[in-house]
């Protein structure tokens, strides 16, 4: 009896076996075939990036979305390169032409009553103004106009929002792509301000690198800043009107045609109320520091334009990112 149990169990044990080899020969073919079929792929055509890496802190998964929403805004910069140079350019070459060009051509120059020194000294002033403004339009239009249409109709800030870092930090992505923008800006526009202009008119420049390196960042960011705040609190229908009453004013009202220290002849009572009211607008400091940075003209003290610079350039950041929380949570 105990020798037949013994056998039954010897010739059960290869037969209760068999699956279990089966089924490992099969994972083992496969795997062997899923790995040639992998590197029978190209490596061009293979994803250059891993996935959502497992164990990855919140600062990195920011960090790399911060940086594909730059790429990304930076690739449409780089497709649509024709129109931003085009748009960036027209106004201020404009400007240029007619005032330092036709005007003293027909012999209508301003400044033109101290001959051709009093309009060059004309042509230092407008320059510095012609970069702080181009620098300004550029903030508004590439920050402000392009949310108007992504909280609007095509609603694209949702898939910004969707991406694995804070709301805050989709907000100054668009501030920092709408600061580069403004800088590739000013290096466009200035060459058109310095060369275009009419025979014997000559801007006396003289560029302090120092003042210039640090207020150009100071200058880009304020101006993405506040179109940022302007986009986040200016309906999508109200946009148009947004240049009529918003930025026109303060082009006109910002130091682009003139210095701030002339405005102390334009007096009520002897108080210079003009020179007075410009102060609350953030474009008079920043043409004030281009002539300081680029021309020989009078210009308002850098003590007093770095500091207010930068404090209007943290609450337009700051009101631009509650803005901007506001309108993406609601």
Request: charged residues 10%; positive net charge.
């Amino acid at each position: 009896m105990t020798d037949t149990v013994s056998t039954t169990t010897t010739v059960a044990s290869p037969s209760s076996e068999a699956p279990a080899a089966a089924s490992a020969a099969a994972s083992a073919a496969a795997s062997a075939s899923s790995e040639s079929a992998a590197s029978a792929i190209p490596a061009k055509i293979q994803p250059s990036y891993a996935g959502a890496e497992r164990g990855r802190s919140a600062a990195n998964a920011s960090r790399s979305a911060f940086g594909a929403l730059m790429q990304r805004d930076l690739t449409v910069l780089k497709k649509n390169l024709g129109e931003f140079v085009g748009r960036t350019i027209i106004q201020p070459f404009l400007l240029v032409f007619v005032f330092l060009y036709v005007f003293p051509q027909i012999g209508q120059g301003i400044g033109g009553a101290g001959g051709k020194a009093g309009e060059s000294a004309f042509a230092s002033v407008l320059i510095a103004g012609v970069v702080g403004i181009s620098i300004m339009f550029q903030g508004i239009m590439s920050v402000a106009l392009p949310m108007a249409t992504e909280f609007g109709y095509t609603k694209e800030i949702e898939d910004r929002v969707l991406a694995p870092m804070p709301v805050s930090l989709v907000a100054l992505g668009k501030v920092a792509a709408g600061a580069v923008q403004g800088l590739i800006a000013a290096c466009i526009v200035f060459p058109v301000a310095r060369f275009v202009h009419a025979t014997g008119v000559n801007a006396h420049l003289s560029i302090q690198w120092p003042i210039l390196v640090t207020l150009l960042p100071i200058a880009c960011v304020m101006c993405a800043s506040f179109g940022l705040v302007l986009g986040t609190r200016v309906e999508p229908r109200n946009i148009s009107a947004m240049f009529g009453f918003i930025v026109l004013p303060m082009t006109f009202l910002g130091g682009t045609y003139y210095t701030w220290t002339a405005l102390e002849h334009v007096k009520v009572f002897g108080f210079p109320w003009l020179q007075t009211l410009v102060l609350v607008n953030p474009l008079i400091y920043l043409t004030e520091g281009f002539r300081a940075a680029l021309t020989t003209s009078s210009h308002m003290h850098l003590y007093v334009i770095y500091p207010v610079a930068l404090a209007i350039t943290g609450v337009l950041l700051w009101q631009g990112i509650v803005g901007f929380k506001k309108r993406v949570l609601a």
